[in-house]
């Protein structure tokens, strides 16, 4: 039973991508619920339903007070039959529409309203750009990703289980009063518009307080998790004192919005008591008066008091209930802020696979500044032959990264094409351009999975063998092979800890280049890929990087020039322009800026100082 309501949707039914989602709330809302449109109508009719049944008891308790006038026979007589069926009504047909409604919102919606739309908001966000993820706290995004499937599903709960219910309730209470007299409507009506009153107070205020509170919770992760990830700079440079103040501002600024929040709540408590005290005496004073002048029955005056006791009881519930409903909205707004930003490095609606040929590269006018008047490149014009091996040089934001940036297609040019055998790359499928293109970076980051995992993230589909042989390639087997977690795994099951934490640079490195090998691209790019090497290493590792570069197309971005020193050409840029170019004995012949800096190494080092002597 349990997994037939559990199957009725699937949290990962196809659905249309969208570039531009919806940043209305309700319109979102309605976006990401579409799936759940058949059995939402289900669910609302039954809350109606089980509703209209509780009213109904309370009616039927009056009328069994005011048949109750009699002898115990002449009534058994009179109503037995009635009384044998109501029994069986509460005891078999109330549990069953009860126990429908129940497994309609907790086992058809609610696990699998929060999956879909946790597993739709972490698919929108990762088709994001990388420059979109490096304007943000990964923490942040994080906490919003997370947070706002159980607000959503908190608020889809809330509506079913409280407000139609009690919309349903109240109607249902007007219409019983007004069968014993219709001036018990008066009292009833009085104390739901002030009700109401006090209902549109709270919510004008708790939804920005939730929305404030909600914001700042989010800064205190995006804080912690910042110093939790860099936390060998916080130990290095001793500043424990000083990420504990930077995460008490964020953590007393959510103090201090939560406490208005709940101010809120508190004024409404306070005076939720006062109008159901009116809500009270009103509707069973009068009709107690109405008893009393003959115009109502014992049955009606109790069923008006059980009425409001009931109404009582449920007020609270349901402000809370609302206030919930309220609060959580302002979660998932503020989770919209990240989940709802349109995608803007996106792919043409025609757009096509890479089509690779020969692996030319040409860079035509190539011009970016990152939104700025200054860095970056400019007018950047280079054609990179087939199979060429190309070093790249240059002083701290000459333009090198944004130039491989560019052709990795991390970011659209402001200005130029990129052609990759005569493709324009912003016309191609971005998945497809990656995947002919195999990169080392000097911030090698792994994935915090196992060895294996993380080499095989450069072909999935490799065998074991073929794995082992990319990693004796990157001369990472042995060290891989002495490997073991807290969890007992070793080997190539060993977890490397968050982004390869648990493993040295050098470590590190070679893992991510076994991952390049593994992949075999047919073009290559190479980011001071043994910046984390030992000397020893990496003279083993240079054998193994021009044996990779055979048949490739290659750019390999160095400081250290003799890892260069044999490329077919080499490129110096500075200040976002390319300023000379030629084989290392053309330039050292030219004695310009390659020639300076090869002067100034030291143990083959770029010194990339203005000021260095």
């Known amino acids: ?30 976006d990401y619920s579409k799936p759940f449109k058949k059995v939402f109508i289900l669910t609302g009719i039954m809350s ?61 919606i609610m696990p699998n309203y929060g999956t879909l739309f946790r597993w739709r908001a972490h698919r929108q966000v990762l088709r994001q750009s990388v420059g979109w993820f490096e304007d943000d706290f990964a923490g942040r995004i994080a906490n919003r990703i997370m947070q706002t499937p159980p607000a959503a599903g908190e608020v889809v709960f809330q509506v079913f289980d409280a407000i139609s219910y009690s919309l349903a ?92 929040e709940m101010r809120i709540f508190t004024v409404m408590d306070v005076t939720l008591v006062v109008l159901n005290g009116f809500l009270i005496v009103g509707v069973v004073g009068w009709a107690f008066f109405l008893w009393t002048s003959g115009h109502a029955t014992v049955g009606a005056v109790t069923a008006a008091a059980a009425l409001t ?168 087997h042995g060290f891989i092979m002495d490997l073991a977690d807290p969890d007992g795994r070793s080997g190539y099951d060993a977890q490397v800890g968050e982004r390869g934490v648990k493993l040295s640079g050098g470590q590190r490195q070679r893992i991510a280049l076994a991952r390049v090998i593994l992949k075999n691209a047919p073009i290559l790019l190479l980011d001071e890929a043994t910046s984390a090497l030992d000397s020893e290493v990496e003279a083993a590792i240079q054998e193994t990087l021009y044996g990779m570069m055979a048949g490739k197309t290659v750019i390999a971005i160095a400081h250290r020039l003799s890892t260069i020193a044999e490329m077919d050409r080499i490129l110096v840029m500075d200040q976002g322009r390319i300023v000379e170019e030629g084989t290392h004995e053309m330039l050292l012949e030219k004695g310009g800026l390659y020639a300076g800096f090869w002067a100034r190494q030291s143990g083959g080092f770029l010194k990339t100082e203005d000021d260095e002597t």
């Open 1 to 30: 039973m349990f997994r037939f309501f559990e199957n009725l949707v699937d949290p990962y039914v196809d659905y249309p991508e969208q570039d531009t989602p919806p940043t209305g709330l309700w319109p979102f809302f309605r």
């Open 48 to 108: 109606i339903v089980v509703a209209f049944i509780e009213i109904g008891l309370i009616y039927y308790m009056g009328r069994l007070v005011d048949l109750l006038d009699g002898s115990p026979a002449d009534v058994w007589d009179s109503y037995g039959t009635e009384f044998i069926l109501v029994a069986l009504f509460i005891l078999i047909l109330r549990p069953a529409f009860q126990a429908l409604d129940v497994l309609l919102l907790n086992n058809a």
């Open 169 to 260: 309730y109240l109607i249902g209470a007007a219409i019983l009063l007004s069968t014993s007299d219709w001036r018990l409507l008066v009292p009833l009506f009085a104390w739901f518009g002030l009700y109401a009153l006090l209902m549109k107070w709270m919510i004008k205020r708790v939804g920005a307080a939730s929305k404030a509170s909600s914001d700042a919770r989010s800064e205190v992760t995006g804080r912690v998790v910042d110093s939790y990830t860099n936390i060998h700079s916080v130990k290095m440079f001793a500043h424990h004192d000083s990420e504990i103040e930077y995460a008490r501002t964020a953590i007393e600024k959510a103090r201090n919005t939560f406490q208005k």
């Open 309 to 476: 006791l009931r109404l009582n009881s449920m007020t609270a519930w349901i402000m809370w209930a609302l206030s919930t409903f309220f609060q959580q909205l302002g979660v998932v707004s503020e989770g919209m802020e990240t989940i709802a930003q349109p995608v803007t490095l996106i792919d043409d609606a025609g757009a096509k696979p890479l089509q690779l040929t020969d692996g030319q590269i040409d860079m035509q006018g190539l011009t970016h500044h990152y939104g700025r008047a200054s860095g970056g490149l400019d007018r950047v014009n280079l054609t990179v032959r087939p199979g060429e091996k190309i070093g790249l040089i240059g002083r701290s934001g000459a333009g090198k990264s944004t130039l491989v940036k560019l052709l990795l297609r991390f970011y659209d040019p402001e200005g130029g094409h990129i052609l990759i055998d005569g493709q324009d790359i912003t016309k191609l499928r971005q998945d497809s351009l990656r995947q002919r293109i195999g990169m080392v970076q000097q911030d090698s980051a792994l994935l915090h999975r196992s060895i294996r995992e993380n080499i095989l993230y450069g072909r999935p589909d490799a065998t074991e063998a073929e794995v082992i042989a990319a990693a004796k390639q990157a001369q990472a």
